[in-house]
Nanobody
C-alpha cells in the first residue's frame, strides 16, 4: 500500500512537501514516481526516482522547482515543491514502478496511492 500525504492549500510562491509512505511491503528495489491530475485533465507525469535515488527525472513544467528524493530505510519518498504556481493545482499521486528504473508513462507503474490534493491559490 502507498499512502500519499502533505497536500493542502498554499499561496503562489509557497512550498509544500509531499510524502509517500509504503506499508505492507518494501519498495526499496522499485522506482517511484509522482503524477498529478487536474480537474478535466489527464493524469500527467511529475517526477520519478530510481530505486537507489541515483537518477531522477522531472517534467519540464516542474524542473528547478520540485525535488524528488527517497529514504529507503523509512520506505518513504518525498516531493519537495517550491515556488508553487496556480497551475500546479491538482491531485498528486505517488506510484511504485514495476522495475528499478521507471520513466514518465503511467503503464510503467504498478502500485498507486490514493492521492493528495494540492491547491495553489491566493
Amino acid at each position: 500500500q502507498l499512502q500519499a500525504s502533505g497536500g493542502g492549500l498554499v499561496q503562489p510562491g509557497g512550498s509544500l512537501r509531499l510524502s509517500c509512505a509504503a506499508s505492507g511491503r518494501t519498495f526499496s528495489n522499485n522506482a517511484m514516481g509522482w503524477f498529478r491530475q487536474a480537474p478535466g485533465k489527464e493524469r500527467e507525469f511529475v517526477a520519478a526516482i530510481s530505486w537507489n535515488g541515483g537518477t531522477m527525472i522531472y517534467a519540464d513544467s516542474v524542473k528547478g522547482r520540485f525535488t524528488l528524493y527517497r529514504d529507503n530505510a523509512k520506505n518513504t519518498v518525498y516531493l519537495q515543491m517550491n515556488s508553487l504556481k496556480p497551475e500546479d493545482t491538482a491531485v498528486y499521486y505517488c506510484a511504485a514502478g514495476q522495475g528499478a528504473v521507471s520513466g514518465s508513462r503511467t503503464r510503467e507503474y504498478r502500485y498507486w496511492g490514493q492521492g493528495t490534493q494540492v491547491t495553489v491559490s491566493s
